[in-house]
């Protein structure tokens, strides 16, 4: 039997066209208050009234502000806002560095800074462009590649940047050279 359906053919409790009487407090068929006001509004004065101004006509608490960053004028788009910046590039460049409050004086390991640098990236970009996204050592093309120092990295820091100093390799194939993962300090000692 379906869900709902009794077995007297009505569904629900009630049989079909029942008045279930005036839930709502209104009559049926008698017109609303449409256009009359509220009873509590007839007499209150805080309630707007047909070609009053509002309290808020030609005041502007919005102002424009200076960006801490670069000094270029901006306009804040909402009456309480708070940006001191005008671009979210902005407030990224103001607060790195010594003036973000999870600065730690400068610790971060050389490598690392190095290895995240924009110039860096750079390096791998030309690297794989050259190759054509394939790696040197198998031939296989795609997702899974490296780009490989010839010359370790740790070693050799005047050829970090050096082009011709790349290569592209899958991940099989860069774990099969003698210079992966610190290994190149045993060879080049």
């Keep these: 039997m379906a869900r709902g359906v009794y077995p007297n053919g009505n569904r629900g409790l ?20 449409k256009g009359i006001p509220a009873p509590w509004a007839r007499n209150n004065p805080q309630t707007f009234k047909k070609g009053s101004m509002p309290w808020n006509k030609g005041t502007s608490a919005i102002k424009e502000r200076a960006c801490l960053q670069c000094g270029v004028q901006f306009m804040p788009t909402k009456y309480k806002d708070e940006r001191k910046f005008c671009s979210l590039d902005c407030s ?3 607060n790195s560095g010594e003036r973000n409050n999870k600065w730690k004086g400068g610790i971060t390991p050389i490598n690392q800074q190095i290895r995240t640098s924009a110039e860096y990236k750079q390096w791998r970009k030309h690297v794989f462009n050259r190759d054509d996204f394939t790696c040197q050592a198998c031939g296989e093309r795609g997702a899974g590649l490296h780009a490989d120092h010839e010359l370790p990295f740790a070693l050799f820091p005047d050829l970090r940047f ?18 992966y993962a610190g290994r190149a300090s045993q060879i080049f000692v």
């Design 162 to 179: 050096e082009i011709l100093n790349g290569r592209t390799l899958c991940v099989p194939c860069h774990k099969l050279t003698p210079t």
């Design 14 to 33: 009630f049989k079909k066209g029942e008045n279930l009487g005036n839930t709502n407090g209104f009559k049926k068929g008698v017109a609303t208050r």
């Design 92 to 94: 990224h460049v103001f």
